[in-house]
């Protein structure tokens, strides 16, 4: 039983276009929920989100959390080529600071 | 910010013999490391959690005699496959994360190939 679920698994889309990711997750344990971008190497972290409703940015990509219903988005916006990554998010849950990713989204940009 | 280094950053070897991976925290005290294992086109799966002086927690299905972890230190942290087999060929992530720290740093990651 998957406890983070990300969709879309792949993604192509044309240079310029605004992308949405999604990462639904499990409300066990929940402390906060992490977005990552991993390309060649070791996954590098994008955001943490606590509290619902609270949109966090950086340059063109934002995020934001609804405790709600349970997931989180991933937007970004005017894509460039590099982009193209896999964007994993994560839970993380009180007590053992354990991690659980999800599947990651696999992101192409096309010129 | 923080930064975690790992080594060696690939390796290859014979099936039967023991590889050792090296996880550290140049600039901070790491007081639980964590040790991952991604498959291609897979995400990263936790496979134990170690705080230093202390006997790492292995996730279930990770094979504790198998997969040695070691943290003696706040600095540092191994990783000893032990008889690799061909099946261990994966790529090996590291993160650290101090006292009261929120987010984990991660090393840039150690490829396996075991022949």
């Known amino acids: 039983e998957d406890k983070v679920v990300q969709s879309p698994l792949s993604l192509v889309v044309h240079e310029g276009d605004t992308v949405t990711l999604n990462c639904s997750y499990e409300?066990?344990?929940?402390?906060?929920l992490l977005w990552y971008k991993q390309e060649k190497k070791a996954p590098t972290f994008l955001f943490m989100l606590?509290?619902?409703?609270i949109e966090k940015k950086s340059g063109r990509l934002s995020s934001i959390l609804d405790k709600k219903e349970l997931f989180s988005i991933l937007n970004i916006t005017a894509t460039q080529t590099g982009d193209s990554a896999i964007y994993l998010c994560a839970q993380l849950q009180t007590g053992a600071n354990n991690l659980f990713f999800g599947t990651g989204t696999r992101l192409t940009v096309i010129p | 910010g923080a930064v975690v280094s790992q080594h060696p950053s690939w390796v290859i070897c014979k099936s039967g013999t023991s590889v050792k991976i090296e996880c550290r925290s140049l600039?901070?005290?790491?007081?639980?490391m964590f040790w991952y294992r991604q498959f291609p086109k897979q995400s990263l799966m936790l496979m134990a959690t170690s705080n230093e002086g202390s006997k790492a927690t292995y996730e279930q299905g990770v094979e504790k005699d198998k997969f040695l972890i070691n943290h003696a230190s706040l600095t540092l942290s191994t990783l000893t496959v032990t008889s690799a087999h061909p099946e261990d060929s994966s790529f090996y992530i590291c993160?650290?994360?101090?006292?009261?720290?929120?987010?984990?740093?991660f090393g840039p990651g150690t490829r396996l190939l075991v022949l």
């Open positions: 600039d901070f005290q790491a007081t639980t």
């Open positions: 993160s650290a994360t101090s006292g009261g720290a929120k987010t984990q740093y």
């Open positions: 409300v066990t344990n929940f402390r906060s």
């Open positions: 606590t509290s619902s409703g």
